[in-house]
């Protein structure tokens, strides 16, 4: 007698049932939008001192939060839209502090 070997298959997810969590597909979690709200912290705290320009951080910080807000209440679409206003706005402040520290760093070290 020749042994036959047989795949056993086992269906993870019930029949009937919907998936786990809204707006997935096959029971997989969708992606998680960022919220920035370390990147934003660090514009508003560390780059106050550095630049003066640290109130530039304080509407990206809003905005992160809200983000985080919106993530937590399950309106993922709302906390893509706070998230990527509060990226640009870090994106601007960090580019801008950078700028400043150039210019003060420049006119400390340059001699005509």
Do not use: H
């Amino acid at each position: 007698m020749a042994c036959k070997e047989q795949s056993v298959s086992i269906d993870l997810q019930p029949r009937g049932l919907p998936p786990p969590y809204p707006g997935t597909q096959q029971g997989f979690p969708a992606e998680q939008p960022r919220d920035f709200v370390l990147w934003s912290l660090f514009n508003v705290l560390l780059c106050q001192k550095l630049a003066c320009l640290g109130c530039l951080g304080f509407p990206a910080l809003i905005f992160s939060i809200k983000a985080r807000d919106r993530k937590v209440l399950g309106d993922l679409e709302g906390a893509r839209s706070y998230g990527t206003t509060a990226k640009v706005l870090n994106i601007i402040g960090s580019l801008l502090v950078v700028v400043a520290i150039a210019v003060v760093l420049f006119f400390c070290f340059w001699r005509p």
